[in-house]
């Protein structure tokens, strides 16, 4: 079984990173000439991973194709391709729709969309597929965790999960600036917030029944220091612009589909 990747960037680096590095996969990659750097270097890197002439190469010597070039040129891209109906397409495009992709590869029938996160490459993280599909799912299983889902709108709420990253070390930021300004030295601030949100990001896995403001208000001890910082926040609606941000990342990433995650 070869599998092919058109479009060879950041994603496509991570994701032959997290197949090969372990040495205990032997499929054969194809990858489109582009990026000509990046393909150069994960064929040098692995084995059985080689540069294919041209996109339509690819999919002349694979059986799985995978798509991930931007949303910005894949129309351009997909539209000159000639795919066979029994290729088995790919997309990590996210944010095209799955039906928008099959339209633009028929006669290829079986069309799976999949989100793979660039940590993949240090096989952490979850994928994303829809519809379920169990091959895609044990590929994206060994490199991380697969959660399959049944609808789209499904996997679109779930995709706005990745917009929130940014946020979440802008908040770590924050801590580190105050502590800065409070004459800590920067290396122990770091050390200090680091190793305390690594320790937090186990509590939902230790305790798997609670949910997530159950584990706040556990955090949160009447008149404590935690209430005192969640409560000033609430009253301010920090919480609430969160969530209407979320809503607007929503709307965007459910189309009409020309933006990047
Ligand atoms: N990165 C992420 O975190 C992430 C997460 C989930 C989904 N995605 C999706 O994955 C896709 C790729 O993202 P990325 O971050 O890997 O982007 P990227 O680094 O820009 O990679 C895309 C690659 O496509 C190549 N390309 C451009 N035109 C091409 C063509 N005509 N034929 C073949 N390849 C062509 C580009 O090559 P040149 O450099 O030569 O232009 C570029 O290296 C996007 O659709 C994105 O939405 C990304």
Redesign the pocket.
């Known amino acids: 079984m070869t599998l092919g990747i058109?479009?060879?960037?950041?994603?496509?680096?991570?994701v032959i990173t997290g197949l090969k590095s372990s040495g205990n996969d032997a499929r054969r990659v194809l990858l489109?000439?582009?990026?000509?750097e990046?393909s150069a270097e994960l064929a040098a890197r692995y084995a059985d991973v080689q540069v294919a002439s041209d996109?339509q190469a690819v999919l002349d010597g694979s059986e799985t194709v995978m798509?991930?070039?931007?949303?910005q040129?894949?129309r351009?891209?997909l539209q000159v391709l000639r795919f066979q109906n029994d290729h088995h397409v790919v997309s990590?495009?996210?944010?095209?729709s799955r039906e928008e992709i099959a339209s633009l590869v028929a006669p290829a029938e079986r069309v799976t969309k999949a989100?793979?996160?660039?940590m993949i490459a240090h096989k952490l993280g979850a994928t994303i597929i829809f519809p379920p599909d169990p091959d895609i799912a044990a590929f994206f299983g060994k490199l991380g965790k697969a959660i399959e889902v049944e609808s789209e709108h499904e996997f679109n709420a779930l995709s706005v999960v990745?917009a929130t990253y940014a946020t979440y070390f802008r908040y770590l930021d924050t801590i580190d600036d105050w502590l800065e300004s409070h004459d800590v030295s920067s290396d122990t601030a770091r050390e200090y917030i680091a190793t305390l949100f690594k320790a937090l990001a186990h509590a939902p896995e230790a305790a798997p029944a609670s949910a997530f403001m159950d584990l706040a208000k556990e955090y949160a001890t009447i008149g404590g220091i935690n209430e005192q910082v969640l409560s000033e926040l609430e009253s301010q609606d920090v919480f609430k612009m969160f969530a209407r941000s979320l809503d607007n990342v929503y709307r965007r990433v459910s189309g009409p589909w020309n933006v990047?995650?």
């Open positions: 058109v479009g060879t960037g950041a994603l496509t680096a991570a489109s000439p582009r990026n000509a990046i996109n798509l991930a070039v931007r949303p040129v894949a351009e891209v990590l495009i996210a944010t095209i989100l793979p996160m660039p990745t990047d995650v």
